[in-house]
């Protein structure tokens, strides 16, 4: 039997997380030195802000557990876009065959990182050893994609350069085709995988998963008030980029939660506040739409009357919508909670309605036991004075 340390080998999470913080670096480094464009600074400056909590919460993973994937798949999912945002900024690749790389190709590789975390979170290890095809397949996919992509004539146009002799437009529409199944076949894969881990994963980690499906959770939500907003409003930029900045930042966010157990259990009030918010937002959004259209139709000479109506309405119904929805989703998604308020509701009500003091103290334990859930409790009362 060995008596030395174990050795666990080169920490290759923690050198690929450093290659693409490193990578990111440089290019942005040589980006701004090379001089920007006013065009492309506001989207810079976006894509920064966007990607930095990810780059930064996968670099802290990766300081406390070197050897954890998960790290290095978050510091991906914020640095790839950095990198292909800035990529062809450098005036040393201008007008090369490396500028069709932000403009044509940069979704795939955007794809990578979070198709792989979920194959492996939160161990950073595969189901199975079966499951380790799908690890294999998502970038075999994705070069597909990228194949596919390259291979066709209207890109390189489309990048302001003359393409090379390439194969017959079949060609390139089959190998479109097929990497485009195999993309949707990997995502398909992807959630099962998440699905069959939260199933036969213990409470531990079932909540970590939990964790997971939040961070993934606004997006989706942001996507549906956008759309609603340009329904409603036309226009969806704000609601639209403001969700895509809280996805941004709760992804991370929740990543680090389910890792590092900190704050695990309040993954129920998580939800909860989530859910009311995104419904609560929503139905403003829609008074506000109701009474600008109707006051704009009634008084069509006075448009500002209409939206400070909108907007005092809307602000007056905000917080009475925000207590009805919330009470209504924490019986749902938040039980415990809810009960606990109704018991302790219930007995400050016994109290200011005169309760005999003599059953107080068996009320309290009744109270603190359903509540608390202590394994032991005891009360300690002074006495009658005289």
């Known amino acids: 039997m060995s008596t030395g340390p174990h050795r666990r080998g080169v920490p290759w999470a923690a050198v690929v997380g450093a290659t693409l913080i490193l990578a990111a670096i440089t290019l942005v480094v040589s980006a701004v030195a090379s001089g920007i464009t006013a065009g492309t600074v506001t989207s810079v400056l976006i894509t920064v802000v966007v990607t930095t909590p990810s780059i930064v919460v996968g670099a802290l993973l990766l300081l406390r557990r070197p050897f954890l994937w998960v790290g290095a798949q978050l510091v991906a999912v914020g640095a790839v876009p950095l990198i292909t945002t800035v990529w062809a900024i450098p005036l040393w690749l201008a007008d090369t065959v490396w500028t069709i790389v932000p403009s044509a190709i940069s979704w795939p590789f955007w794809l990578i990182a979070p198709l792989l975390l979920a194959f492996t979170f939160p ?21 597909g994609c990228l194949a596919g992509i390259l291979l066709s004539p209207s890109e390189w146009r489309y990048s302001g350069l003359e393409p090379p002799p390439l194969p017959g437009e079949a060609v390139t529409t089959a190998v479109s085709v097929v990497s485009m ?10 959630v099962i995988s ?36 340009a329904a409603l409003l036309g226009e969806a930029a704000v609601i639209g980029s403001v969700f895509l900045a809280a996805t941004a930042l709760a992804l991370p966010l929740a990543i680090w939660v389910a ?44 448009p500002a009357l209409g939206v400070a109506l909108a907007t005092l309405v809307a602000a007056a119904a905000a917080l009475p919508a925000l207590r009805l929805v919330q009470r209504r989703i924490d019986r749902r998604f938040d039980r415990a909670h809810y009960d606990a308020d109704e018991v302790v509701g219930a007995f400050g009500e016994r109290l200011r309605t005169g309760t005999d003091p003599l059953t107080t103290p068996d009320d309290l334990t009744r109270a603190v036991e359903r509540t608390l859930q202590p394994t032991s409790i005891g009360i300690w009362t002074t006495g009658a004075r005289r």
């Open 259 to 302: 890792v590092t157990r900190h704050g695990l259990y309040e993954i129920a009030r998580v939800v909860s506040r989530t859910v009311s918010y995104a419904i609560v937002t929503a139905m403003v959004v829609g008074i506000y739409a109701v009474v600008v259209t109707s006051v704009t139709w009634l008084l069509p000479g006075l």
């Open 123 to 143: 161990d950073g290890r595969a189901l199975s050893r079966w499951w380790r095809l799908a690890l294999w397949a998502v970038p075999a996919v994705v070069a």
């Open 194 to 229: 998440v699905l069959l881990r939260y199933r036969r994963g213990d409470d531990v980690e079932r909540l970590q998963v939990r964790w997971l499906g939040l961070g993934f959770l606004i997006l989706p939500i942001g996507m549906v008030l956008a759309l609603v907003s």
């Open 181 to 190: 199944a195999g993309l949707l076949g990997v995502l398909v894969l992807a």
